[in-house]
């Protein structure tokens, strides 16, 4: 919703930094704004700017106060502005962000998103600042109200928080011990979704595919819960089942599982479900099992390519993306070489890779043995290299494939002057494909054969075969006009960065 000349309503933006979960809460913020009466600034100096923001970087509080400082000067022109900081960093910081920056209005935390509304209106009448930290979740987001940034694709949340106890990582005190959807509600709203135009869903957790621990004992779960475990299959499994029998949802994918949790029957449910798609990140984090025992990470080298022999075995056109560390605490030559054996037999189709970074509270902060600055980025610059080189062989196994391709909005930045549209494959590659004399929206699809395979995309520069206009793309067509979140994220990139390192996501899993 877009404010209409001379309104007199708010205005809102969202800045959001860091993981998939943060995108998706940021969603939800914009829907409770909306429905409170706001409206999205479009781009003109907005009266309420909402900080989504990250802790899982060292540098992330000085980021976050410098947007502040810069904001300091324009609040004070603009009387009634307000400025409200919510996500990881304030519920970590709380009561300190106001105090390095009392221009704040607002500080929620990661379990309270929907008393922001509330929060801004407490802070005006009373004109002091509201700092609302709760200590675990009061609604899980998928409840509350929405506006999603795609018209056709679309997060869904099965779980929030983590059990795990990784050692380079803040999530788990942040967002708390994990918490898992009914079935039911999840696939309501899957449901839902798809009655919207929505044709492909992403399940989202910290842990994805733990999902069902949160239930207990299975003999006490829910019934729905017992149901679509029966024949003993996990709870992740039997979601996944379940999603492929709802009518119209034409992708189905997830984000991220742990691979100590990836169990076979999850492998077969992917598989046998058409509609999951032949995608799958998969968590590595380090290729030493020492280092690996350092990170608290509960499975090894061999556990973990055997899971990728399992997938390829049982998906042979499956792409497998992953997460790297580089530079851990204590990390030698010899930990760092078979990191690039598993990437070297992994044959990963991409990777996000990260230099180690200390994430104040957690225990690999402290450690002793810090791997200096420039061994680390020498060992990262060979492994971006490494996997550059194996990016590139993997996307030319695929010159002359066809492919059906979900037309996207927004993923070629020099779309407009090579006369290309973008889009991705089943598998999740992105794929620039010369823009046929039929129009094509954003949501439908276009069955392409590709000619060009670059590190991280794919060309098609031949005539598209064949367009398939879909209910997706009729639900971005209706939403023409309106206007979308300003979402800046700071999430990471596949692939060889810019001068600095990549700014990292959630590496949680």
Request: proline share 6%; charged share 25%.
């Amino acid at each position: 919703m877009t404010a209409p000349a001379d309104s007199g309503a708010r205005t809102y933006e969202i800045r959001t930094y860091g993981c998939q979960m943060n995108v998706h809460d940021s969603e939800r913020l914009a829907g409770l704004l909306e429905a409170a009466g706001y409206v999205r600034a479009d781009g003109a100096e907005p009266d309420v700017v909402v900080f989504n923001t990250c802790a899982v970087r060292e540098n992330a509080d000085n980021r976050l106060y410098g947007n502040l400082g810069h904001l300091r000067p324009v609040k004070d022109g603009r009387p009634g502005m307000q400025i409200a900081v919510g996500g990881c960093l304030a519920q970590k910081d709380r009561d300190a962000i106001v105090k390095r920056a009392p221009w704040v209005d607002v500080v929620f935390g990661t379990h309270n998103i929907g008393s922001l509304p509330a929060l801004l209106e407490r802070a005006r009448v009373r004109r002091e600042a509201q700092v609302e930290i709760e200590e675990s979740l009061v609604t899980f987001p998928s409840t509350l109200p929405t506006r999603r940034e795609s018209p056709y694709a679309a997060w869904v949340s099965i779980s929030v928080g983590c059990n795990n106890t990784c050692t380079f990582c803040i999530v788990p005190s942040l967002r708390g011990k994990e918490r898992d959807r009914r079935p039911g509600e999840i696939l309501a709203e899957v449901e839902a979704l798809v009655a919207e135009g929505v044709i492909e869903i992403t399940l989202l957790g910290q842990n994805v595919n733990a999902y069902g621990s949160g239930f207990g004992a299975l003999g006490s779960a829910p019934h729905d819960v017992r149901e679509m475990t029966a024949g003993g299959q996990s709870a992740f499994a039997g979601l996944l089942r379940a999603c492929g029998g709802v009518t119209g949802l034409e992708r189905v994918r997830f984000t991220s599982p742990h691979p100590k949790d990836f169990t076979d029957d999850v492998i077969a449910a992917m598989a046998e479900t058409p509609n999951v798609m032949p995608s799958l990140h998969m968590p590595l984090q380090s290729g030493s099992d020492r280092v690996l025992k350092r990170m608290r990470r509960s499975y090894r080298q061999e556990r973990f390519l055997g899971i990728i022999e399992k997938v390829r075995a049982a998906i042979p056109d499956a792409a497998i993306t992953t997460d790297i560390i580089v530079g851990f605490p204590g990390e030698t030559e010899e930990d760092f070489e078979q990191t690039l054996h598993v990437v070297r037999e992994a044959r990963f189709s991409g990777a996000f890779t990260f230099q180690y970074s200390k994430r104040p509270g957690t225990p690999a902060a402290t450690m002793d043995d810090q791997v200096p600055k420039e061994v680390v980025q020498e060992r990262y610059e060979r492994l971006v290299a490494l996997q550059e080189q194996i990016s590139w062989e993997e996307n030319k196994k695929l010159v002359g494939r066809s492919l059906e391709v979900l037309v996207a909005e927004g993923e070629g930045r020099k779309d407009g002057e090579t006369r290309r549209l973008s889009g991705r494959a089943p598998d999740n590659r992105l794929v620039h494909f010369r823009a046929p004399d039929e129009a094509v929206r954003p949501g439908d699809m276009v069955t392409v054969e590709t000619t060009y395979a670059a590190p991280h995309h794919l060309v098609a520069d031949g005539p598209v075969r064949a367009v398939r206009r879909t209910r997706a793309g009729d639900a971005w067509e209706a939403r023409q006009g309106e206007s979308r979140p300003t979402v800046s994220l700071g999430m990471p990139t596949i692939g060889r960065p810019a001068a600095q390192p990549a700014s990292s996501g959630c590496t949680a899993h």
